[in-house]
């Protein structure tokens, strides 16, 4: 089964910088692309970001790029999003996703099966 847990989220003020976890579990994929969505209150699940684990590929939203990176260890089955410059706009809970699309159409929620429970952002101004 598989098992997806972030971590790492918090309270920071503008101009800030946190870096969220997600360690995946219970699959025997050696390549496979993961993503890290948001969702602000009373606003849809966007995407931020993706990343092929096999070649390193990114994609990431026009709001995040050049403040955020996205990586992951395979050896430690852990995914990152290192958020840097961080804005008001970026509170949000931030769910990691597996298993669904990369580059563009891994920005869509419906592309992906497998979510984990979310960790919140909140950054004050």
């Known amino acids: 089964q598989v098992q997806l847990v972030e971590s790492g989220g918090g309270s920071v003020q503008a101009g800030g910088s946190l870096r969220l976890s997600c360690a995946v579990s219970?699959?025997?994929?050696?390549?496979?692309?993961m993503a890290w969505f948001r969702q602000a209150p009373g606003k849809e699940r966007e995407g931020v970001a993706n990343i092929h684990t096999g070649g390193g590929t990114t994609y990431y939203a026009d709001s995040v790029k050049g403040r955020f990176v996205i990586s992951e260890d395979a050896d430690k089955k852990t995914l990152y999003l290192q958020m840097n410059s961080l804005k008001p706009e970026d509170t949000a809970m931030y769910y990691c996703?597996?298993?669904?699309?990369?580059?563009?159409?891994?920005?869509?929620?419906?592309?992906?099966?497998?979510w984990g429970q979310g960790t919140q952002v909140t950054v004050s101004s």
């Open positions: 219970g699959y025997t994929y050696s390549t496979y692309c």
């Open positions: 996703a597996a298993f669904g699309p990369c580059g563009l159409y891994g920005m869509f929620k419906g592309a992906w099966n497998y």
